[in-house]
């Protein structure tokens, strides 16, 4: 971790105190990123639970030069994905039988932020370091539909069962990065790793009156593929 630590530090120096040449005053930015889970398996008390997910979070950031290349802007985004769980569960009544339960919510989260970014020149070659810090809220409504089977005397049912909630995320740090300029002003900009703090809330109501509450927070260093960031943007 102290490895990650100081590598994403370099880059968020080396960009936020070298001079670099000059930039136009206006910036666009699309943030292409999303979060995939193909396929992930975990095992709780001995039961298998399969889940596969994805959710993709478009970003638009438009902002200004503020002082030497350093410039803020503001995010505007819309997430949207979903969430699909499969597991068994062992019945209270029926010692060691195991029935089915799947689970699927689709997500709907807008998206807004405002951070700031530094460039530095490398050079006379058409790259750049970059380094962004700033935080980001998402917050936005989840419906689902769970249905899983009961027994119910010498009959198993089946059980379907609608959802609503609600999701907040919040994210605050750096994330430095690697950009490359064309001579026409546009340019192509890959985050590499987050550093910092990310918080996430979920709360679900079920139609049979059950609530499911679920409370995330942590301090990360993150050199993960899921930190790489792809965005596009030009200068005007």
Same mark, same amino acid.
Not at 11 to 24: D, E, I, R, V
Not at 139 to 145: E, H, P, R
């Given at each position: 971790?102290?490895?990650?630590?100081?590598?994403?530090?370099?880059?968020?120096?080396?960009?936020?105190?070298?001079?670099?040449?000059? !930039?136009?005053?206006?910036?666009?930015?699309?943030?292409?990123?999303?979060?995939?889970?193909?396929?992930?398996?975990?095992?709780?008390?001995? +039961?298998?639970? *399969?889940?596969?997910?994805?959710?993709?979070?478009?970003?638009?950031?438009? %902002?200004?030069?503020?002082?030497?290349?350093? @410039?803020? *802007?503001?995010?505007?985004? @819309?997430?949207?994905?979903?969430?699909?769980? =499969? #597991?068994?569960?062992?019945?209270? =009544? *029926?010692?060691? #039988?195991?029935?089915?339960?799947?689970?699927?919510?689709?997500? &709907?989260?807008?998206?807004? %932020?405002?951070? $700031?970014?530094?460039?530095?020149?490398?050079?006379?070659?058409?790259?750049?370091? &970059?380094?962004?810090?700033?935080?980001?809220? /998402?917050?936005?409504? !989840?419906?689902?539909?769970?249905? @899983?089977?009961?027994?119910?005397?010498?009959?198993?049912?089946?059980?379907?069962?609608?959802?609503? %909630?609600?999701?907040?995320?919040?994210? /605050?740090?750096?994330?430095?990065?690697?950009?490359?300029?064309?001579? &026409?002003?546009?340019?192509?900009?890959?985050?590499?790793?987050?550093?910092?703090?990310? $918080?996430?809330?979920?709360? +679900?109501?079920?139609?049979?009156?059950?609530?499911?509450?679920?409370?995330?927070?942590?301090?990360?260093?993150? !050199?993960?593929? /899921?930190?790489?960031?792809?965005?596009?943007?030009?200068?005007?």
């Amino acid at each position: 971790m102290q490895s990650k630590f100081v590598f994403i530090l370099l880059f968020t120096f080396t960009a936020f105190f070298s001079k670099a040449q000059y !930039l136009k005053k206006g910036m666009l930015l699309l943030d292409l990123s999303g979060d995939f889970t193909t396929f992930e398996s975990t095992v709780d008390q001995g +039961i298998p639970t *399969y889940t596969k997910a994805y959710t993709m979070t478009p970003v638009l950031g438009i %902002g200004l030069r503020i002082s030497n290349q350093l @410039y803020g *802007y503001l995010n505007l985004g @819309y997430g949207f994905g979903k969430d699909s769980t =499969r #597991q068994g569960y062992i019945h209270p =009544r *029926y010692y060691g #039988q195991e029935f089915p339960v799947a689970e699927m919510i689709k997500k &709907s989260i807008p998206i807004l %932020g405002f951070e $700031f970014k530094k460039f530095f020149h490398l050079g006379e070659t058409p790259f750049f370091f &970059s380094t962004d810090i700033g935080a980001n809220l /998402a917050m936005g409504k !989840l419906d689902g539909t769970l249905v @899983y089977a009961e027994p119910r005397g010498s009959q198993t049912v089946l059980v379907v069962l609608t959802s609503q %909630g609600q999701q907040t995320s919040i994210s /605050a740090g750096i994330t430095p990065g690697l950009a490359f300029f064309s001579k &026409s002003g546009w340019f192509v900009d890959l985050g590499i790793g987050f550093i910092g703090y990310s $918080f996430q809330s979920r709360n +679900i109501k079920y139609t049979d009156g059950f609530d499911d509450t679920s409370t995330q927070s942590s301090f990360r260093i993150d !050199l993960s593929a /899921a930190a790489i960031k792809l965005r596009v943007g030009t200068m005007f």
